[in-house]
């Protein structure tokens, strides 16, 4: 009896659900040209700027004293100046 009464649960909540989904579609592809739409511009025109990347340093195994690892601080890529949008 419990199964039974557990698979009707589950079934009318498994088609409420379903229907739903489909009520919250939205339009179907009608557009609606009574009303034309402007378009502005919002935004600034993007012009390239110079960006300064820094450079990257990782700490690194440089030698070995006593078979204890010594570490230092090694530069991995040095910074440049790149050309990149202005965000602002």
Known sequence: ???ILTLA???VAGLTGAAGAEA???HRGVR???HPVEHRMNHRPVRPSRV???PRYETRVTG???NRPIT?????????WSFGA???
């Open 86 to 88: 202005d965000c602002r």
């Open 52 to 54: 300064w990347i820094a």
């Open 9 to 11: 649960i589950l079934g």
């Open 64 to 66: 070995y004293e006593c």
């Open 32 to 34: 609606d040209d009574r």
């Open 72 to 80: 230092r601080v090694v530069l991995v890529a040095p910074g440049y």
């Open 1 to 3: 009896m419990k199964k």
């Open 24 to 26: 919250n579609d939205g």
